[in-house]
């Protein structure tokens, strides 16, 4: 048995539920590796999935490519890169209250927005609200990342980015109409979120872990995409305490929507990628010599 590790990058949710079944059901067990998924309420996410992986404390993270693109141009760069993507689809989207006059991104100009802090993400909300003719004039403000969805529900701030298949749910659920701005619809191509990534030298030092590891997980996920009601199941034993009572099946059944196919799974393009890359230099927010190529492999996916 080859031991991994894997940071998530939130609490448990339906976005990690391949992990989950894999685990629950022995998948990883008959593909010979143990795995420990780590939660970042652990440490109150003191430390990111991405930062984790470069200080050796776990083998793969799960993060948005951004991670990927951030910490191969760093100063001291480190050779993190994506290997596969859960979704083929983006389910994340910029989210307000209804009923605060707010219609599209325009409205967004001299609001207060809830960051994550990541890398592009200010500039992206602000690029948003200025392609829907705004002046992108908005105030972000840093909580700490496990509470920020709590930041809309008392209405301490307008806006915030969220998992359309989780915090839309728990919203619909609280009879809490959302207004949904997706960046595709804004001009601003968005690339793959969340991959799994590791550094390339756990990818040739532990190739055939990996390869065993991502099988293991697509078979979970496709088990919840067909057994969505047992997934849930398994699921509400892991959920935080707040979030036991939310219509977790639903949530499964939007998230294995957007798996794709069971044979292209994880598979990354490089076309989309490299159109987001683009875009980052056409906005001057990034400066750099990256091709698509080098975020990803999609090697590891291949049995």
Known sequence: M????????????????????????GYYTKEEVAVEIIDPSQDNYQLTPAKKVELGQVDMALCPLESVMSYQTKSKAFDLVAIAALFQEDLSAIACKSGIGISSPKDLDHTTYASYKARYEDAIVKQMIKNDGGKGIIECVYPDKLGIWETIEKDQVQA???FTNWEGVQAAQQNTELILFQLKDYGIPYSYSPVISCSEHTVSNKEVALKSFLNATKKGFFYAQEHPEKAAEILKALVPEKDKNMDLQKSIILTCSVLGDKQHWGQMNSDGIHNFLTWLQDQKLENHNLKATSLFTNILLSR
């Open 2 to 25: 080859t031991s991994l590790k894997i940071a998530l990058d939130w609490t448990p949710n339906a976005n990690h539920i391949g992990f989950f079944i894999a685990q629950e059901l």
């Open 160 to 162: 915030t980015w969220i």
